[in-house]
């Protein structure tokens, strides 16, 4: 069933990524009581884009974490109705344990969003055409927050999106396409909408769990009613969660390792061989061929290539390994049950990610194009750099836990992952004590990496709720105390 | 090599105890059990241990169930040896926890009573899932050795020039060279005569007195079908969702190793054709994981170790626990991708349950309800022991693949299939 999805009431990140709108900052917020809170989000709600036609040179989005609901009013009965993840938080000890954000990235070391520090209630993200409209309407927003009185917990700058994430690859080549958000994509598997967007039917053809109130408390009707008929107001439809990450990518040391592993027996440096290796722990190259259709050389003219499955072309992983970073960031037909089968791909279909990550930061990696392994800056950026290079990593889900995750443990930082001994994801995994090997199968015996360092540390984030425009007028016009308790319990189709 | 047995025992705690107990779990929880006063490392053949505290609750008709403390392990038969040892090797250990319990002879007592008493304080498990039946403790840690020493000998060449056969080869001689590796050269032996006589006695067994009743079952099943649907659908949606503060107990005991301990206990149905369909079904599972799912798999899931399930007051309560690979998002959506039928046949007797539709239906195909109903029935288990903490189900699988390799004459492709699980 596709469900007709209410565009004008969703978010427009949801929607698409604007990649016309290069620029982009996010500023993360502390609310400092109920009327800060409601004085900025007056002026915030007619600036929001929608999910609806879009031609405007700059957008807007706010979301918000369990924390900043409650000091916009709402109470605790009903952020109960979100799910566990998202009341608890991203920086609590079993959590980052979890996430394997311990050792380096542990959330004593971040820069935002970890208990000791400043609350991360909201988030607001800016996105522009150019670095002048981004510049006018930053510092509108900034004038806004002032006036309420809001402390800025950070302000995470981005760099202008290009091709290529900060290693050098190009990136966002797989996205989910999404019934009734998506043009049709050759290939793709179009996933139900509830897969990211609350109050539709997700893949299980239930609805995912989101706080239902009272009809009662909704006197002016601004929420829509629970579609499974509950005659609930439904706080949670057509929002859906946001998992933001500032992930520092240490790309000098990616390159140096992969130019050492692959020095010629006289020592000298193998500029080839090295980014052959790079792109095996990556599954693509650096143009964006995927490994699967290009094992041996770059070819540019499948740099947006992604009509693939893994298991009838390359069960044993010899050209795109079974650890490489893509294999396991959506394994498709790889995994069990009966890899290969619809019912491999069905399993893979429920723990998806809308991507919506933006690079920071100075400097980017050489590629297959250069003679030396040295790193060049590849982006003339003048925008101020703080913290190294890296990305805001950024997702849209329905559910933390079955998206987001089970991709971070069990498939990007699990060392036995689909058979594997001490293998975590070679560019993003964690190597706390275990993982630091990467696997690449060849005939007749497969190279194995040792002691693999961590290329990528987590330097701060939070979960936010990106809530419907419903939602907000809802969250807008709340009085101190208007809400009771939830109302239904969460329904099942 | 032996075959596995679970033993289960459960001892009731005096009420005045069951704080200090808790306060004891927690010490014990941050101490592990691998060393002392435990020492389980040390007991043979033990695969996976665990203790549990069983709150003190009412049954469905009120009447009190004390709190209990449930020890289980995973371990190497004989039984007799394995006691022996929990008094022996783990004794101070289990002095300390038994304690707590009304009428546990102390640690002064003879090692006789104390055997006594733990063999008299075990609990029957109505089926009892091992990963691969027969491969033991020594054999698990023999061939990851095995795969260590050839994985670390292929890393020291380079092979680039010769043929998968040759490499195989050259394995084959590497470990032949080798006195502490001989062992692999053999297969592995199988458990006792006496087990695999047994073992194939039931597997025929139970077939045959089946057959001889299907003239009285055809009678009888379309009546308890119909009989179970109006049950049924009297079963009501679940809305229960876990509480945050017991979300936080369980994960601060989850995802330190590849594996993690999981529990859960409920209530059986009371109704006579639910406590009869509930006990037919364990009869069922017994049989299938004894003859059918005995090698690497239950029912398509590749990342069980061990499970159990054990009837407790008499069958008015059920726990389930298992040692599994990964985390439990993970091991609930297998249960709900792969074997939902399975589990809404044994679960589906529980209180709490998503309601079924004729038995295997429904239940765990809802996903959220599902994994609220497990998780709130979970119980936190403090105290766990795991003999090989990094080991995956399907590397102690694919270890013993290649222990098989090193034997007989293979062609070229199987060589490089054998190659491949290095």
Sequence with gaps: MTARLNLDNIQGLVARGYRGLSYARFTVFAIPGQDAGHAALSWLLPRITTAGKFTADSALHVAFGAAGLRRMGLPDGVIAGFSAEFGEGMAGPDRSRFLGDVEGSSPRFWDWGAPQGSPADAVVLLYAATPEILGRRQAELAGCLAAAGIHQVTVLDTVELGDNEPFGFHDGISQPVIQGLSKGARGARALPAGEFVLGYPNAYDQFTDRPLLPASDDPRHLLPRDPAGSGAADLGRDGCYLVLRQLEQDVGAFWEYAAEATRRPDGSYDPQARTALAAKMVGRWPSGAPLIKAPDNDDPRLRDDNDFGYHHTDPDGLACPRGAHIRRMNPRDSLDPSPGSEQSLAVNDRHRLLRRGRPYGPGTAGTAADDDHAIRPARDDSSPARGGTGLHFVCLVASLARQFEFVQHTWLNNPNFNGLYDDTDPLAGSRDGRGATFTAPRRPVRRRYRGLPQFVRTRGGAYFFLPSISALRYLDQLPAGAVSAPAASPTTR | ?422
Aim: with cysteine.
């Design chain 2, 1 to 422: 090599m032996p075959h596995q047995i679970g033993v289960t025992i459960q001892a009731p705690v005096a009420v005045d105890r069951v704080p200090e107990l808790r306060a004891w779990l927690a010490e014990i929880s941050r101490k592990g059990l691998a060393e002392g006063p435990f020492d389980l490392a040390h007991v043979r053949g033990l695969h996976f241990a665990r203790f549990y505290l069983l709150e003190e609750t009412a049954d469905l008709e009120g009447r009190s169930i004390p709190a209990s403390l449930v020890f289980m392990s995973a371990v190497d038969a004989p039984l007799r040896r394995h006691l022996a040892d929990l008094v022996d090797v783990a004794g101070e250990g289990m002095d300390q926890a038994f304690r707590h319990c009304t009428g546990y002879p102390g640690p002064d007592a003879r090692r006789r009573a104390k055997i006594a008493w733990l063999r008299g304080h075990r609990v029957a498990a109505s089926a009892f899932y091992v990963n691969t039946v027969g491969r033991g403790l020594e054999q698990i840690r023999q061939e990851a050795a095995l795969r260590g020493a050839l994985a670390d000998y292929l890393d020291g060449r380079d092979w680039g020039g010769s043929s998968a056969t040759e490499v195989r080869r050259e394995l084959q001689a590497y470990v032949a060279g080798r006195a502490d590796l001989a062992w692999a050269q053999r297969p592995p032996a199988p458990p006792s005569v006496f087990f695999r006589a047994r073992e194939a006695v039931h597997m025929a067994a139970v077939p045959l007195a089946l057959a001889l009743l299907l003239p009285v079952l055809l009678l009888i099943l379309p009546v308890w079908a119909v009989a179970l649907r109006l049950e049924e659908r009297r079963d009501r949606p679940v809305t229960e969702r876990p509480a945050l503060a017991h979300l936080e107990e369980l994960s601060g005991y989850e995802d330190f190793v590849t594996q993690n301990p999981f529990a859960v206990v409920g209530f059986v149905k009371p109704s006579r054709l639910r406590q009869l369909t509930f006990r037919a079904v364990m009869f069922a599972i017994d049989y299938a994981v004894r003859h059918v799912y005995n090698h690497a798999s239950l029912a398509g899931i590749t990342t069980i170790h061990f499970a159990r399930w054990v009837p407790l007051d008499g069958w008015r309560r059920m726990t389930f626990a298992s040692d599994y690979d990964g985390a439990v998002e993970a091991y609930n959506d297998d249960f709900i991708n792969i074997v939902w039928w399975g589990l809404n046949a044994a679960f589906g007797n529980g209180v709490g349950y998503p309601p079924t539709r004729w038995l295997l239906w429904g239940g765990a195909q809802y996903e959220q309800q599902f994994k609220a109903t497990l998780r709130c029935h979970q119980i936190p288990v403090p105290a766990w022991y795991t003999a090989y903490p990094s080991l995956s189900a399907q590397n102690i699988e694919n270890n013993a693949q290649i222990r098989a390799g090193l034997r007989g004459e293979m062609g070229p492709a199987d060589a490089q299939r054998w190659l491949s699980l290095l």
